[in-house]
Every structure is written in C-alpha cells, then in structure tokens.
C-alpha cells in the first residue's frame, strides 16, 4: 500500500473502499471485512450513506490496531452550521465506535458549510479528527474556502475517472496544497468503461484489468482513490494495482479519452443546490 502525506502531516492510503449504497448489516460487513483482509486500510463512509453502524462493528471485528485503519466520514447539508456540525460529528463517532475520525469532510458546498468548517478546526484543534476536507467542491467554491479559513482542507473528494479527468480542478486544489481524492473512480461503469479499447489494450499489455488501469492511472496522476464493490474478486482485483506501472505514452493515450463533463449528479447545477437542500435525513 502507498500512502500521500497531507498538508498537515498526516499519511493517507492512496487507495480506500467506498461504502455507498453498501447495505447496513450482515451483509455489508462481510464486504467491508473482505476490503480490509486483501490490505485496504482506509474506509469511506457518510452521514447519507446510512451505514456508519456497519463500519464501526466491521472494523472493529477485523482486529486490526486503531493506528492501520483510516476512517473517513462526512455530515450532510441538513447538518450544516456549527452547532449542528458539532452534533453531527458526535453522533457520527458514536454509530462508528470510535474515539476519533482520521477524516472529517463537508459532503456538499451547500448550508452554513462555513459555520462547519470553523466547528470542524475546533475539532482537528482538540485532536479528535486528524484531518478536514471537502468533498464536491468546485474550484471557485474550494478557493474561495482555502482563502477564507485558517485551516485549508486537506483533501478535495469529486468524480473523477478517464472520461471526466477534471484536470484544472487538480490543479487548483494542488495550488492550494490540497489532495484530490476521486469518488466514482471506475465511472459507475458508465461509458462502456469495461470494454473500452484503449483501455483494454493497455490492460491486455500489462495482463491486468480495465478496472485496474483506470484505478492506476488516477494514483499514477498522485489521486487517491475509493473504488466501491461488492464481490470479493472485485475489491482485491481493484486493490492490486502496485506492481505495473503507466508508460507516458499509456497515460497520454488515456489522456484523449476525457469528455471534459460529467454524467453523474453536476455540484454546480441549481437543482443539485436546492435538492440538497431539501433532503432531510432526520428529522
């Protein structure tokens, strides 16, 4: 496993397990447990997804030493503002069983997310997350953040994979000393991804998979990444992908297949803001 050191010292995994649309219990366990058995050390989870429950009893039944496992949460905008973010936060550890988060991340840049940001200082100040970012902050909204708080995120999470390669958002959140971080890092399997040519070429070369070239080139670019899966196959395939590297010319080919937009849900569409806004997860 290799790690990037954030802008405040803390070494992260470049490669975690997502945990969205994982089912909270038995059966979302097993998939969690089998992550953390192929050598996967970091799990992403959030307030939305519903299932922090299930990563705590996971993490916990794999034995592992609290310093190996890197747990990443995120509130909703619904919990925006500081009072609610402090609750939010609280109520977040306590569902996963743990003393501290390793990351803390505003999940949409709706809301008080300001109010937050200065509720979640206090909370890296106090030694009770070891690290803050955001995720799905477009670049104006990340500048605008980094330019105005006293702790500067210390990792963007967007969609990012080889048809929606945001390349200037890397380079604004680099400017700003921040790592990105690429949530649908296989596309949802949009695209045809998996029988795509290029792809596929580079893949039969190097006798790995799409998903495995498409997963290297993002941490050959210096992202980390959180594929998501079910199927054990699956999650160890997508975790092996540090014996082979990109040749220039693969990451140049891979390069002309960015569409430049994305298909999923776009961060800075106005219904995008006034449905996070509308959707409540509690009462």
């Not at 009893?57 to 973010?85: C, H, M």
């Not at 709706?110 to 100040?125: C, H, K, Q, T, V």
Request: proline residues 4%; hydrophobic residues 40%.
């Amino acid at each position: 496993m290799e790690h990037t050191i954030l802008n405040n010292g803390v070494a992260m995994p470049l490669i975690g397990l997502g945990v969205m649309e994982i089912e909270n219990g038995e059966a979302g366990e097993r998939v969690i447990l089998d992550a953390l058995e192929a050598g996967y050390r970091m799990i992403d989870t959030a307030t939305v997804y519903f299932n922090e429950e299930t990563v705590g009893r996971a993490i916990k039944k794999s034995g592992l030493p609290r310093e190996e496992r890197f747990v990443t949460t995120k509130f909703w905008a619904q919990d925006a503002g500081y009072e609610n973010t402090k609750k939010a936060f609280q109520l977040s550890l306590e569902k996963l069983g743990l003393d501290y988060l390793d990351m803390y991340l505003v999940h949409v840049p709706f809301g008080d997310y300001y109010g937050s940001w200065r509720a979640m200082e206090e909370l890296y100040e106090a030694g009770k997350i070891r690290a803050i970012g955001v995720c799905n902050f477009y670049p104006a909204r990340l500048a605008d953040l980094c330019m105005n708080v006293r702790i500067k995120p210390a990792v963007c999470q967007v969609e990012m994979h080889p048809f929606y390669q945001q390349g200037d958002a890397i380079a604004n959140m680099k400017s700003f000393g921040v790592q990105p971080e690429a949530w649908s890092p296989l596309a949802h399997g949009r695209f045809d991804i998996f029988s795509n040519e290029v792809l596929g070429a580079i893949a039969k070369k190097h006798g790995k998979s799409i998903s495995q070239v498409a997963i290297r080139w993002n941490v050959q670019r210096g992202v980390a990444v959180i594929p998501k899966s079910v199927k054990k196959a699956r999650i160890e395939e997508n975790f092996n992908v540090w014996d082979f590297s990109l040749t220039d010319e693969e990451m140049a080919a891979i390069a002309q297949l960015d569409m430049g937009h994305t298909e999923a849900e776009d961060p800075t569409a106005l219904e995008t803001a006034i449905g996070a806004n509308q959707w409540k997860i509690h009462d």
